[in-house]
């Protein structure tokens, strides 16, 4: 009969044939079917099937960003960062390095003239390695900027030089552009350089310690999908227990909570690598910009033979703040040790600086200039390298706790993102399963 049935529809022009095929499916058909107990069952199971695919699918999206921000962080963000830093202490060193060796007349100390040039490589191989980054034009912007002004200063750092060991008074004034094109338009530009590469690690640290609210949500209400499911089987066909549904619920119960506490724990070591790391990191940063900004101004002061206050005040003002964040430092975190030896080490440096105000005040420029500059234990340059290097032993420690709690932030979440589709899988295939029983008895 279907054989004839299908001849006949085979015979007929395509209009005849569609409206047969049109009226063999009526609506009222359709809505008959639509009431039956099969197509209430193919519902629950395509909604249960969608609801499982998209728990996994979400999940594993919000897990695979969350890598991605960390991996970004740890191989990007917080190098450049670190880069920023080092770029802007390069430059200060270079700069209160040329003033040393000014106030050293005639042919500077070679101690004094390689730490000098050594500080200028280390600012230019810095502007090197973040030639690659993308840190958007603002950025690129500064580093441009810092890398025209370099070559000026440099040059104009020379020729101060040379009018120096001539003992041409004019020596001073170039020296004096050469540490105003630094201290007003370099220095400024790495330190915005430096704050913005710190800004994109907190924004990311900020980020992921905040829930992934739709990994949560979504394989929740698909477990209540299940859940509701099995009561709607219960009370339609007193079916007790299926299986299929069952599993498939344990399933997505297991997804869950496998995003949940992986999910915590890599928050937690990203609360820790914010807390005992970038914060701690930017502390120290700030506190090694501060102790070069006044040791800038502590040889400047010589190098002009100012005797108004405004040097002073500077000085005053940049180790007042530093001396404050080196008190507030935390006993626990890591780099403490570290901050107690800057912390003696700027007391001698602001007692030099003392007796470096008292030569002056004296009209001992010479004595001046060997209290600031000169060799001795106790003397001004011993003081600053002292704090400088504490304050860089601090740097690596915290930046070590940084990297080491954000790896493991990303770890944790490795095996999460493949783990939510194998899982989804295997729950929908089983909501299949537990519902193919009940649709073959309606054959």
């Given at each position: 009969m279907a054989r004839n049935e299908e001849l006949r529809l085979d015979e007929l022009s395509p209009r005849a044939a569609a409206a047969a095929v049109r009226e063999r499916f009526s609506?009222?058909?359709?809505?008959?079917?639509?009431?039956?107990?099969?197509?209430?069952?193919?519902?629950?199971?395509?909604?249960?099937?969608?609801?499982?695919?998209?728990?996994?699918?979400?999940?594993?999206?919000?897990?695979?960003?969350?890598?991605?921000?960390?991996?970004?962080?740890?191989?990007?963000?917080?190098p450049d960062a670190y880069s920023a830093q080092r770029l802007y202490t390069s430059l200060?060193?270079?700069?209160?390095?040329?003033?040393?060796?000014?106030?050293?007349?005639g042919l500077e100390p070679k101690p004094v003239r390689d730490r000098y040039n050594q500080a200028i490589g280390e600012a230019a191989a810095e502007l090197v390695t973040q030639s690659d980054r993308s840190g958007g034009d603002t950025d690129t912007d500064l580093r441009s900027g810092i890398a025209t002004g370099l070559p000026v200063y440099s040059?104009?750092?020379?020729?101060?030089r040379t009018d120096n060991r001539n003992s041409l008074p004019v020596g001073a004034a170039y020296l004096s552009e050469a540490s105003n094109l630094m201290q007003s338009t370099m220095l400024p530009m790495a330190q915005e350089l430096q704050e913005h590469r710190s800004a994109a690690i907190a924004a990311t640290q900020h980020h992921h310690v905040q829930?992934?609210?739709?990994?949560?949500?979504?394989?929740?209400?698909?477990?209540?999908?299940?859940?509701?499911?099995?009561?709607?089987?219960?009370?339609r066909w007193n079916r007790v227990l299926n299986p299929g549904l069952l599993l498939a619920t344990a399933i997505m119960v297991a997804l869950l909570g496998w995003t949940v506490?992986?999910?915590?724990?890599?928050?937690?070591?990203?609360?820790h690598s914010r807390d005992d790391g970038s914060v701690p990191t930017a502390a120290l940063t700030e506190s090694r910009i501060l102790a070069q900004q006044a040791r800038a101004a502590e040889t400047l002061k010589l190098v002009r033979r100012d005797t108004s206050a405004e040097y002073d005040n500077t000085f005053d003002q940049a180790t007042t703040k530093l001396s404050g964040i080196l008190a507030g430092y935390s006993k626990d975190a890591p780099g403490a040790s570290e901050v107690k030896t800057?912390?003696?080490?700027?007391?001698?440096?602001?007692?030099a600086h003392q007796r470096m105000n008292d030569a002056l005040s004296r009209g001992d420029f010479i004595g001046a200039g060997a209290v600031a500059t000169g060799p001795g234990a106790n003397e001004a340059t011993a003081q600053v390298d002292t704090l400088d290097h504490a304050l860089g032993d601090g740097i690596t420690d915290t930046r070590n706790t940084l990297r080491t709690n954000a790896?493991?932030?990303a770890r944790t979440l490795d095996l999460l993102a493949p783990g939510a589709l194998v899982l989804s899988t295997a729950a929908a295939v089983l909501v299949a399963a537990g519902l193919w029983p009940r649709l073959r008895e309606y054959r």
């Amino acid at each position: 009969m279907a054989r004839n049935e299908e001849l006949r529809l085979d015979e007929l022009s395509p209009r005849a044939a569609a409206a047969a095929v049109r009226e063999r499916f009526s609506k009222t058909d359709m809505r008959t079917f639509a009431h039956s107990s099969p197509a209430k069952l193919i519902a629950v199971g395509l909604v249960l099937l969608g609801m499982c695919v998209a728990a996994g699918v979400v999940t594993a999206t919000a897990v695979n960003h969350r890598q991605h921000a960390l991996d970004v962080l740890l191989d990007q963000s917080e190098p450049d960062a670190y880069s920023a830093q080092r770029l802007y202490t390069s430059l200060s060193v270079a700069d209160a390095s040329a003033g040393t060796a000014f106030i050293s007349g005639g042919l500077e100390p070679k101690p004094v003239r390689d730490r000098y040039n050594q500080a200028i490589g280390e600012a230019a191989a810095e502007l090197v390695t973040q030639s690659d980054r993308s840190g958007g034009d603002t950025d690129t912007d500064l580093r441009s900027g810092i890398a025209t002004g370099l070559p000026v200063y440099s040059g104009l750092v020379e020729t101060a030089r040379t009018d120096n060991r001539n003992s041409l008074p004019v020596g001073a004034a170039y020296l004096s552009e050469a540490s105003n094109l630094m201290q007003s338009t370099m220095l400024p530009m790495a330190q915005e350089l430096q704050e913005h590469r710190s800004a994109a690690i907190a924004a990311t640290q900020h980020h992921h310690v905040q829930p992934p609210w739709s990994a949560i949500i979504l394989p929740l209400l698909a477990v209540a999908a299940l859940v509701t499911a099995q009561l709607f089987l219960f009370r339609r066909w007193n079916r007790v227990l299926n299986p299929g549904l069952l599993l498939a619920t344990a399933i997505m119960v297991a997804l869950l909570g496998w995003t949940v506490l992986a999910g915590v724990i890599s928050a937690v070591s990203t609360t820790h690598s914010r807390d005992d790391g970038s914060v701690p990191t930017a502390a120290l940063t700030e506190s090694r910009i501060l102790a070069q900004q006044a040791r800038a101004a502590e040889t400047l002061k010589l190098v002009r033979r100012d005797t108004s206050a405004e040097y002073d005040n500077t000085f005053d003002q940049a180790t007042t703040k530093l001396s404050g964040i080196l008190a507030g430092y935390s006993k626990d975190a890591p780099g403490a040790s570290e901050v107690k030896t800057a912390s003696d080490a700027l007391s001698h440096w602001r007692a030099a600086h003392q007796r470096m105000n008292d030569a002056l005040s004296r009209g001992d420029f010479i004595g001046a200039g060997a209290v600031a500059t000169g060799p001795g234990a106790n003397e001004a340059t011993a003081q600053v390298d002292t704090l400088d290097h504490a304050l860089g032993d601090g740097i690596t420690d915290t930046r070590n706790t940084l990297r080491t709690n954000a790896s493991h932030a990303a770890r944790t979440l490795d095996l999460l993102a493949p783990g939510a589709l194998v899982l989804s899988t295997a729950a929908a295939v089983l909501v299949a399963a537990g519902l193919w029983p009940r649709l073959r008895e309606y054959r």
